[in-house]
């Protein structure tokens, strides 16, 4: 069963109504800002109970997924609404009933309570969860929490890799009452999001860009990948221009037809590479390289006094004695 305004879900299985809408969009108006802090922490959520998940043998978790799939999370996400923006800075984790598929009241209510205490002016705003689509139970935990909010938001992040994917895998879903075979029903319609970020949560992500691999890797490794992306960076480029070459090679032979536009565009890249053998040029460069390597022999020479000197101290504690008075009393005082 599917929305009448979809039409992209009716082909394949039968979906339901909560998944019908997966491509519908909303109509609602509202612009939402996302923040990375909450993708950091959903993906950091979903990594901790898949691991567990592993460590005890046991694939599916108390958050009901199937056999040989991983793990769903769930949480609530915060944040503040003006007017028709809605701002999602953060997040936290939710308590689900694997059995009924209920939420726990008490620790909804308790967490609410903690981030009220720091952050006066954060409120709910809806729930997040991982997964590739829409799942049936959605619309269920959906309604649970319209009491706190009366319209959530549900932010979905599929935690699969795809390589060819340029696009973040969040998804954020709006809530909308829709005629569906002469009943109203409640369906979820995707919505446009932007990401926001602030100097903190710049930092912050640039610091756990630049963290070492999980797997034990040194600085070498890091080197090396640097500089195996360096070199597929020129191997590229010389790839690219090899073509060039040859088809200007084509063109004066008159194997294919001058193209004079193409011919001028060649012209104003190659008059950019006489502008680096210039006299200004060359000094520029020899005086910030001099200055590099001045700043290099600096840094050697202070690290050569400090060891010398610690060397120095540790040979004078190492043969120091102590002053003893003539006629051997110095033992005696």
């Not at 909450?38 to 599916?60: E, L, P, Y």
């Not at 809605?86 to 059995?99: Q, Y």
């Not at 034990?216 to 990948?225: N, P």
Request: overall charge negative; proline content about 5%; aromatic content about 6%.
């Amino acid at each position: 069963m599917s929305a009448p305004s979809d039409p992209a879900t009716a082909a394949g299985q039968a979906p339901a109504p909560a998944a019908a809408s997966a491509a519908a969009s909303s109509s609602s108006g509202l612009t939402f800002k996302l923040h990375p802090l909450v993708i950091v922490n959903v993906s950091d959520h979903h990594t901790r109970v898949k691991a567990q998940a592993a460590c005890s043998g046991d694939s599916s978790s108390s958050s009901g997924a199937a056999a040989g799939q991983p793990p769903r999370v769930f949480g609530c996400v915060i944040g503040v609404q003006r007017g028709r923006t809605v701002e999602i800075f953060n997040s936290f984790e939710l308590v689900l009933d694997p059995v009924t598929g209920t939420l726990d009241r008490a620790f909804l209510e308790k967490k609410q309570e903690l981030y009220k205490k720091v952050f006066p002016d954060f409120y709910v705003l809806g729930w997040y969860s991982t997964g590739s689509d829409v799942q049936d139970t959605d619309m269920q935990i959906h309604k649970a929490l319209m009491d706190v909010n009366e319209s959530p938001v549900y932010l979905l992040l599929n935690p699969a890799i795809n390589l060819s994917q340029k696009d973040l895998p969040v998804t954020i879903y709006e809530s909308e009452l829709h005629v569906i075979d002469g009943s109203p029903q409640l369906i979820f319609v995707r919505s446009n999001y932007t990401i926001e970020t602030v100097e903190a949560e710049r930092i912050s992500v640039d610091h756990v860009a630049h963290l070492k691999p999980s797997d034990g890797g040194s600085a070498a490794t890091q080197l090396a990948a640097h500089l195996t992306g360096i070199h597929s960076a020129i191997k590229m480029l010389n790839s690219r221009v090899r073509v060039i070459h040859q088809y200007l090679v084509a063109m004066q032979k008159g194997d294919i037809p001058v193209d004079n536009s193409l011919l001028r565009q060649v012209s104003s890249l190659v008059r950019r590479l006489p502008a680096m053998e210039s006299q200004k040029f060359q000094d520029d460069f020899l005086m910030e390289y001099n200055d590099t390597l001045l700043m290099t022999y600096l840094a050697m020479f202070t690290n050569c006094s400090s060891t010398m000197n610690e060397l120095v101290e540790k040979i004078n504690t190492s043969y120091e004695r102590p002053a003893t008075r003539r006629g051997g009393r110095g033992a005696f005082m």
